[in-house]
């Protein structure tokens, strides 16, 4: 036991989580960064229409479409790129710890993770 009263193995799991969770954060920050940066550089200057909404273009409401136009240099497609993997993060930090909890023989934790996990999965991809 260490001075906050958690095993060493407890602690490097947070440890481990907390650095995955921070650097998919910063990761998608920047690349919504970087598109929106390119987005503005190429597109800065036309008027906005404000008297009809105009939902986003077909190829950017998959994740096929988003990453060819991420790819591409697109701003619009580094911008849902971001933010795909903003949602991503906590999807694997979910995935992180069933890896952790089976590593450990947690067998109940990884039946309840697995759960959790095929319910961000379903809900993310599921119609």
């Not at 947070?14 to 650095?19: A, H």
Request: charged share 15%; with cysteine.
């Amino acid at each position: 036991m260490n001075d906050t009263g958690q095993k060493p193995s407890n602690r490097e799991m947070e440890t481990l989580i907390g650095n995955l969770l921070r650097a998919g954060v910063i990761i998608a920050a920047s690349v919504v960064s970087l598109g929106g940066i390119i987005y503005i550089f190429r597109h800065g200057f036309e008027l906005a229409e404000y008297k009809v909404f105009l939902r986003e273009p077909a190829d950017l409401c998959s994740i096929g479409g988003i990453l060819r136009n991420a790819f591409s240099g697109h701003g619009r497609g580094l911008i849902q790129l971001g933010l795909l993997l903003l949602i991503a993060t906590p999807i694997a930090r979910v995935a992180l710890s069933i890896f952790e909890f089976a590593r450990k023989h947690d067998t109940l934790y990884v039946i309840v993770t697995l759960i959790v996990f095929s319910i961000l999965i379903y809900s993310l991809l599921g119609r």
